[in-house]
């Protein structure tokens, strides 16, 4: 594993940090919003509901608490020296793969 590896989880890890802080940042804007609004939006016909806003950001938020989880268990790896080989044949996983998915715990073999 190179230093240039490293330096794409640590790439990726800042990426995904900041995606999961515009969406709190975002949640946070939609809760100030609910607290001066009538919640009863439902029947609104000018656009999304604030349920179903909130319901969406949600989502996005442990998708992104789940891509850092992702990414740190990579960087884990890396650290113990068992970055790079599939978790199911022990194989090495293709270093375009990793490149692509750089939390990838499998070749793409194994994927399928």
């Not at 946070?28 to 009863?40: F, G, K, P, S, T």
């Not at 970055?83 to 715990?105: F, K, M, N, W, Y």
Request: aromatic residues 2%; charged residues 35%; glycine residues 4%.
């Amino acid at each position: 594993m190179t230093t240039s590896r490293a330096d794409d989880l640590v790439q990726r890890r800042r990426e995904a940090a900041a995606q999961l802080e515009d969406a709190m940042r975002e949640l946070a804007e939609l809760r100030r919003l609910r607290e001066v609004q009538y919640d009863d939006d439902e029947h609104d016909p000018d656009g999304v509901s604030l349920s179903s806003e909130w319901s969406r950001l949600e989502g996005l938020k442990q998708t992104r608490l789940d891509a850092l989880a992702a990414i740190d268990a990579a960087a884990a790896r890396f650290e113990r020296g068992e970055d790079g080989i599939c978790s199911v044949c022990g194989q090495p996983i293709a270093p375009a793969r990793l490149e692509a998915r750089p939390e990838a715990t499998t070749c793409i073999r194994c994927a399928r």
